[in-house]
Nanobody
Framework: VQLQASGGGLEQAGGSLRLSCAAF????????MGWFRQAPGKEREFVAT????????RYADSVKGRFTISRDNANNIVYLQMNSLKPEDTAVYYC????????????????????WGRGTQVTVSS
């Protein structure tokens, strides 16, 4: 499975961006998907995850209420809608996926994911 993230850019604080992650190869609907981010000088951190069916999701406390993860299994895409952006959201954002038997499983830890896309840079100015 190959993952390709896009949609990053430069945005002012309070603005919005939508990241997309397209999956190629494999069966996207069998994969738990997640978004992670890494700011300069910091470790990669969990942002959001969504189950195979899309019915279960979880967010990092730092983005809860501002970010929304969703997926389109028909077109093999997972999205991250980011609203009310803050300068501390500045980071390289990565999408990740892993195959799961369960329709409801979600993962918040990077080591649970087998497939990673190249990151997309998000920069939020104050």
């Amino acid at each position: 499975v190959q993952l390709q993230a896009s949609g990053g850019g430069l945005e002012q604080a309070g603005g919005s961006l939508r990241l997309s992650c397209a999956a190629f190869g494999g069966t996207f609907s069998n994969a738990v998907m997640g978004w992670f981010r890494q700011a300069p000088g910091k470790e990669r951190e969990f942002v959001a995850t969504i189950s195979r069916s899309g019915g279960n999701s979880r967010y990092a406390d730092s983005v809860k209420g501002r970010f929304t993860i969703s997926r389109d299994n028909a077109n093999n895409i997972v999205y991250l809608q980011m609203n009310s952006l803050k300068p501390e959201d500045t980071a390289v954002y990565y999408c990740a996926g892993t195959i799961s038997i369960s329709m409801a499983t979600i993962f918040t830890t990077a080591r649970n994911y087998d497939y990673w896309g190249r990151g997309t840079q998000v920069t939020v100015s104050s």
